[in-house]
């Protein structure tokens, strides 16, 4: 993963949703009278001007180049949250096939469908689509759903976006694997 502005950002918003979820059981609140509180944990990071800073609030002066040292003190040891956060999105990654920078940027998540050898050699009477696309499938000797998942980039993109939205898929990528 090449850290970029887009997923150095996101590093930094995934350590403020972490940082937000400590909790501290024997903190005592005088207005409430009661025990217990949640809080942002504080972060350690570098600035622009090559500061570092400790905050409970929004980072703000972050230096993206150095998004990994992002770090939580505990006494005498550190967690180095932007480092673990950048981790896991790259593990996301290689087991989810995805990848964050695309989407980051507008892409779509990659999704690959199992169809059912019983659907693929459905007539393509099963879409229960508009005359107007249905005329399109005929025309164009789509005899199975089969045929219409493997052939899809021949299709208008408004058409397929019909029967995607038919089959499921509307908010995917769709790529064809027969099983």
Not at 37 to 43: D, E, G, K
Not at 77 to 92: D, K, M, P, W
Not at 127 to 142: D, G
Request: net charge neutral; aromatic share 12%; hydrophobic share 30%.
């Amino acid at each position: 993963m090449i850290i970029t502005n887009e997923t150095a950002q996101l590093i930094s918003d995934l350590e403020e949703v972490i940082g937000n979820t400590c909790y501290n059981g024997d903190s005592y609140n005088g207005w409430t009278k009661e025990y217990g509180a949640h809080f942002r944990y504080p972060v350690t990071y570098i600035g622009n001007d090559g500061a570092r800073y400790k905050t409970k609030g929004r980072k703000t002066n972050i230096n993206l180049n150095r998004i990994e040292q992002m770090r939580y003190k505990f006494g005498a040891n550190q967690l180095y949250i932007g480092r673990g956060i950048r981790n896991l999105l790259e593990e996301l990654e290689d087991r989810f096939d995805i990848d964050f920078e695309d989407l980051l940027t507008g892409g779509t998540m990659p999704m690959t469908i199992t169809v059912k050898k019983e659907i693929c050699e459905q007539d393509i009477s099963w879409f229960k689509c508009s005359k107007k696309v249905m005329n399109y499938l005929n025309k164009h000797e789509y005899k199975t759903v089969g045929d219409v998942i493997k052939q899809q980039d021949k299709l208008p993109q408004t058409y397929w976006r019909e029967l995607k939205i038919l089959l499921g898929y509307e908010f995917f990528d769709v790529k064809f694997t027969n099983q």
